[in-house]
């Protein structure tokens, strides 16, 4: 991993020590400003959805503009509607958990990962890593043995990842 990334981004990387059982843990979470815009949409499209439901304010000014009828006279306009409240609660929820759950987490010797090819969290050893890379500018890639876990790290400062894992002697091969 080398210095050449220049991300303008700020992690949140929490290290500390327990008191009863001394173990080292630390958090990588996604910034949080780069959360506000899928938010926002996730926002607009359930308050699109919703309005046309309940025929709020936004539905009225369609209604004023455009040749709709009531909510259910047609099919395919309220299947649209609620696939836009689905969608924008779906976004909704996934930016939420990206908020408050951290994409990498390492508490005494497991590493907890968020990666593409799980939909749960993977936990596995710290001591079973076999090799630690960033592919493509914006994934981590953790090997374990025969298994690969992609992270996405492009919120995460890739600084704050070096110094975390030199802590635990993985170094990078040149």
């Known amino acids: 991993m080398s210095n050449q990334y220049n991300f303008h981004t700020k992690t949140i990387a929490k290290l500390g020590y ?25 926002f607009i499209l359930t308050y699109v959805g919703v309005d046309n439901i309940i025929t709020g304010p936004f539905r009225e000014l369609m209604i004023k503009y455009f040749r709709i009828g009531e909510f259910g006279s047609n099919a395919r306009e309220e299947y649209l509607y609620y696939l836009l409240l689905f969608f924008g609660l779906l976004q909704l929820l996934i930016t939420i958990q990206s908020a408050f759950q951290p994409v990498i987490e390492i508490i005494d010797t497991k590493v907890v990962l968020r990666s593409k090819e799980r939909t749960l969290s993977v936990v596995k050893s710290i001591f079973d890593i076999t090799n630690l890379e960033l592919v493509e500018n914006n994934f981590l890639q953790f090997s374990f043995g025969e298994e690969v876990f992609n992270v996405q790290v492009d919120d995460i400062s890739i600084n704050e990842l070096q110094e975390a894992f030199t802590s635990f002697n993985f170094y990078e091969e040149e």
């Open 18 to 42: 327990s008191d009863s059982l001394r173990e080292k843990y630390m958090k990588f979470y996604r910034d949080r400003n780069s959360l506000y815009l899928p938010f926002l949409r996730g």
